[in-house]
């Protein structure tokens, strides 16, 4: 089985200061891993996926993570905050088991506070 | 193209009632999922399909939830009869490519309430 986990429950960052966002996971072979950001009363957005390749990956709105297989950590990051990136971030991996690929499992979500 | 299309975007019923939630997917993608999504559990996967085929239903609560996908288009989610602890934001989401790489694209969610 997948899992993934996201140890905090909010992170209140001031404006302009670089802000991370934690995520860890578990599964069978290769992961792919996904952060979406969700707004209120809206549907989740996909921010930025690692498949393979280079451990850093780039993504929306200056968004990037970093893939680490030996810690199974996939950290979202950003140099400089701002209060619109206050939202509920979600972690996400998908398995590929054989078959096909497994659904795709969220973590519980973290609230990340800008404070200006 | 429209993006994910959920309907109703909100649904208050009574207890016992049998409820329908539906989706249209963005077109070409081979995968759809539907999620619920409460405060105390996250986002939980029901099932999925693949090319219109259930794949894994092993999230679906019980057998009062049902699913289907009859073409590329459309898919609903059943829940007869429906209860008080089904109240949630129920998400359908689509896809596109072979092993998993791609992104899921999130409707808006439909919400509901069983009073």
């Known amino acids: 089985a997948q899992s993934v986990a996201q140890p905090e429950d909010q992170v209140n960052v001031a404006e302009g200061n670089p802000l991370t966002v934690k995520c860890t996971y578990s599964?069978?072979?290769?992961?792919?891993l996904f952060w979406y950001v969700q707004y209120p009363n809206r549907g989740l957005q996909f921010l930025l996926k690692?498949?393979?390749?280079?451990?850093l990956v780039k993504g929306s709105y200056g968004f990037e993570a970093e893939f680490n297989k030996s810690q199974t950590s996939f950290h979202l990051k950003k140099p400089s905050a701002l209060v619109s990136d206050s939202a509920l971030y979600f972690c996400?991996?998908?398995?590929?088991?054989?078959?096909?690929?497994?659904?795709?499992?969220f973590g519980k979500g973290t609230h990340l506070i800008i404070q200006p | 193209d429209a993006g994910v299309i959920q309907s109703p975007r909100h649904e208050v019923t009574e207890m016992g009632q049998e409820v329908t939630l539906r989706c249209k997917p963005i077109s070409g993608h081979d995968y759809l999922f539907w999620y619920r999504q409460t405060m105390m559990r996250g986002l939980e996967l029901l099932i999925y399909?693949?090319?219109?085929?259930?794949?894994?239903d092993s999230g679906m609560p019980e057998d009062r939830f049902s699913a289907k996908m009859p073409n590329a288009s459309f898919s609903t989610l059943k829940i007869q009869p429906s209860e008080p602890r089904d109240s949630a934001v129920y998400f359908c989401a689509s896809s596109f490519g072979p092993g998993g790489g791609g992104e899921l694209f999130f409707g808006e969610g439909s919400r509901l309430t069983v009073l």
């Open positions: 599964v069978s072979g290769n992961p792919y």
């Open positions: 690692y498949i393979t390749g280079d451990n």
């Open positions: 996400a991996v998908r398995g590929y088991s054989g078959g096909g690929a497994d659904g795709l499992t």
């Open positions: 399909f693949n090319n219109n085929v259930p794949i894994d």
